[in-house]
C-alpha cells in the first residue's frame, strides 16, 4: 500500500518527508520518491524537484545527499505498485509537462484511459504507465484555465474516478500543500508554525501527537499558519483534531495489538478496492487484464486448471464450485506441490488458473512452469505486482489487499476469492451463459459484500466470549457443504497456524464414514450452515454431533433459527448470495482463531515454523 508523506514549515523538508516515510516503510512498497518546492540551501533556486527512485528508501536517500538540508515544502511517496511495474519512472511524485507542479496519489484511479487519451490530444506527454499521472496533467491543465492552484486541484479531482488520496506541491505557491481523500487514508498532523500530512498516524508522531483524520470527500489546504478542510466543492468542514496517546509501535499497527487484526478489519476496504471499477451498470465484468483473449479463445479452453497452496488453495476451492456452477464444465482444483509431479492432464485446451498473494510461492511457481511447458495459458491471481508467478503469466488479475504482514492470511484470502468470481462472472458472461438478470444479481450480489464483512467485522466482540470457552480445547472439526466445506477448509487452517491446536475439516457428510468416532465431550464442532439448500443436511450432522457430547457451534445466516435448539453456541452472519457466502462466513472464523490464539498467548503474527513467502520446496 502506498504511502504518503508532506511537510510545510522551517525545517529541512526533504529530511522531514523521507522520516517520516521511513515511519510507513511497514505498509509495504517497492519504490520511493521526493519533491520539493523551495531553496536549496545558501541558493536562490526557486525550482520543483523530484528525486525519485526503484528499491528501497535507501537507495532514494543514496541520491538525496545535495538535497538532505533542503529547506522547503516537500511530498514524498512509497509504491505498491498496481498500474505499471516497480520502476524508476512509475514511482511517484509525479510531474506536470511544465515541471512546475508535482502530486503523490494513494489509491487507484478507474478512468485514467480515457483522462489520459483526451491529456494525450491536448499534447500532455506522460512519462510513466501509472493511474496517478492523470492527475497532474489535470491539475496543469486546470491552472493554465484558472491560474489557482487551490481552483486546479478541485476541477482536477472532479474529473477522476476511484479511490485516492492525494498531496501536491508546485511552484506557483511553494507555500502551500494541496490534499485530498477519498476511499484511501490521510492524516494530517498539526504543528506550531508547521503542518503535516501522512497516510498514516506512526509517521507524524515524532513531530506532532496532534492530528485530525481527514473523512472521505475532503479536501485540505496546508501552509505554515494552518490548515483549512472543506468538501472537494468548497464546503468548509469541521474535523476535531485528537491528541495521539499510542507508542510509535502500536501506531505501525493502526492502534491494533497485532498486524493480524488489523488486516481483518482492513477486509471491507480490501474486498471494495478490488472490486473497484470491475463491474458495469449492466451487471458485466469488466477484466481489461483480459482483454487480449477473445471470447472465442475463452470458450476454447475446455478445460479449468486452478493451482495455488494453503490458504490460495483454498480460494481455489470456492473458485472451482463457482466456476462449474456458471459455466457448466469441469474445473479442477490442485495443490501446487501435488500438480507439479502429478503429471497433470494439463494441455494448449487448458486455462490454468494461478493463484498467490506473494506470487513467489515455489511450488505454484513451478507448478505454473510445468504447466506452461505443457501449452497451457496461465492467468494468474497475484497481490504483489511484479512478482515471479505474475512476470511469468499471461494475463494478471492483481488482488488489491495491499501488503499482508500477518504469516496468516486473512485480507489476502477474501481478495483472492473475489477476484475468481470475477474471472468466473467474466467466462460467463463471454460464453453467455447467464442471463442479463442473472449478470445483475450476481453483479449486486458481489457488490454487498464489503458492507457484509463490515458488518460482521463490526461484531468482534461477539466472538470474544466463544473464544475465551474454547481457548482450553484440543480437538476441533470444521463441517460444511458445498461453499461451506470450501470455509471449513480455510477455518480450520487458520485456528492451526496460530493457535496451534488440532483442527480438521472434513465435508459435513463424511462424518459418518470415520471422524464421528471421535467425537465426545469436549471436542468442539464448528457447523457452517450458509447454504440454504443444503441446510436442513448440515441440521442432521449438527444434530449428530450434539448427541455425542461434542460442543457445536453452528455458523448460520441472519433470521435463521433452526440451529438454535442443538447448536451451543450460533454466530449469525448477514445473508447474502450463498454461492458469495463463503467471503462472509470466513470473517467470524479468522476472528476467533486470533482470540483463542490471544487467549492461549501464542505470537499471533509470525507463528512457530511458518513464513509469509514461501520461496523453496
Ligand atoms: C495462510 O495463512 C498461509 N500464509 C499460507 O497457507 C499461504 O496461503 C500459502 O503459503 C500460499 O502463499 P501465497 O499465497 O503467497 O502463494
New binding site residues.
Partial sequence: MCGITGYVGARPGVRTVIDMLRRLEYRGYDSAGVAVAGLAAGSDRGDLEIVKAAGKLAVLEGQLQDHWEMQGTAIAHTRWATHGGPTTPNAHPHYSCDKRIALIHNGIIENFQELKEQLGAAGHAFTSDTDTEVMVHLVEEAYKATGCMETAVRKALCQVRGAYSIAVVSTHEPDTLYAAKTASPLILGLGNDENFLASDIPALMRYTKRVLVLEDGDFAVLNRQGVRVSTRDGEPVMREPFLVTWDEQTAERGGYPHFMLKEIHEQPRALADTLRGRIREDGRVVLPELEAFTAARLAAFTRISIV?????YHAGVVAKKFFESVLRRPAEVTVASEFRYGDPLVGPDTLCVV???????AD?LAALREARRLGATIVSMVNVVGSSIARESDAVIYTQAGPEIC???TK?YVTQVMALYLLGLHLAASEQRLSADELRAYAQGLTALPDAVEAVVAQALSVEDLAARLADKSTFFYLGRGYDYAVSLEAA??LK?ISYLHAEAYAAGEMKHGPLALVEKGVVVVCFATQPALFEKMLSNLREVSARDGLVVAVVPEGERRADAAADYVLRIPAVLPCFAPIVAVVPMQLLAYLVARARGCEIDQPRN?A???TVE
Avoid: D, I, M, P
Fill in positions: 495455488a497452496c494453503g490458504t490460495a493463484v498467490s498473494q506473494s506470487g513467489e510461492t505454484t504469516v496468516a492470511s489476502a487452517l487458520k497456524e511458518l509469509k513467502s514461501v
